[in-house]
């Protein structure tokens, strides 16, 4: 059986990306994995351990650094970190069924080094550093000063935009969705 591919998505935070990849796996076109990162955030209302990330303390995220359980990790924001773990992806592909990760823009290009041609990197965009904003502000998961590190960050984020295999402005959410779908079929078929 041949190997599963990796379709890595990023995108700074409250782009939209979530909100595309939960549309395309309800979906069901595609048969996809979705990578459970671990992080040591605090689960947001409606979150689920094990669903959308392995909640761990900081103490056991430390140790699954030192026991070499990531693939990659990073502090995206100052004391939050995230990781791949091994375990969900690896054996995985080895069975053949392609994974979907959701992790910031350094983790992708990590991956893209460590995958190449294996995995495709795709970034949202937002329309505009203001409706990003806006719509962190909409979301309400965050409190200002949290928001504003997010903001912060998306110009750095941006910035490395160019070294991604696709990008996707999402300002209409239905033709973002549309692009991503196309990018991952054009992907997993080639
Ligand atoms: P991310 O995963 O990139 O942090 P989310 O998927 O949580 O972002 O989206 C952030 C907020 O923006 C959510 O409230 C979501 O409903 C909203 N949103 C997503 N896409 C659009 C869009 N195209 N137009 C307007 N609002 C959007
Ligand atoms: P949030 O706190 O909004 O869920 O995620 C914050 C950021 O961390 C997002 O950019 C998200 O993609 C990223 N992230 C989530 N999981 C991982 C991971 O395993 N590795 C890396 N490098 N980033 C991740």
Not at 117 to 123: G, H, L, N, Q
Not at 151 to 179: C, H, T, W
Request: hydrophobic fraction near 35%; charged fraction near 30%.
């Amino acid at each position: 059986m041949s190997q599963g591919k990796l379709i890595v998505i990023s995108a700074p935070s409250g782009s939209g990306k979530s909100t595309i990849i939960n549309t395309i796996l309800d979906a069901g076109t595609f048969d996809l994995q979705f990578s459970v990162s671990a992080t040591n955030r605090n689960p947001r209302p409606g979150e689920v351990n094990g669903v959308h990330y392995h909640f761990m303390q900081t103490e056991d995220f430390r140790e699954a650094v030192e026991n070499g359980e990531f693939i990659e990790w990073e502090e995206v924001y100052p004391g939050r970190y995230y990781g791949t773990l091994r375990s969900e992806v690896d054996r995985q592909l080895e069975e053949g069924k392609d994974v979907i990760l959701d992790i910031d823009v350094k983790g992708a290009l990590n991956v893209k080094q460590m995958y190449g041609d294996k995995a495709c990197t795709i970034f949202i965009e937002p329309p505009s550093i203001d409706e990003l904003r806006r719509r962190l502000e909409g979301r309400g998961t965050d409190d200002a000063e949290r928001i504003n590190v997010r903001v912060g960050r998306a110009e750095y984020e941006l910035s490395l935009a160019p070294q991604f295999d696709v990008r996707i402005v999402n300002d209409d959410l239905d033709k973002a969705v549309g692009m991503t779908s196309d990018a991952i079929a054009a992907f997993i078929n080639a």
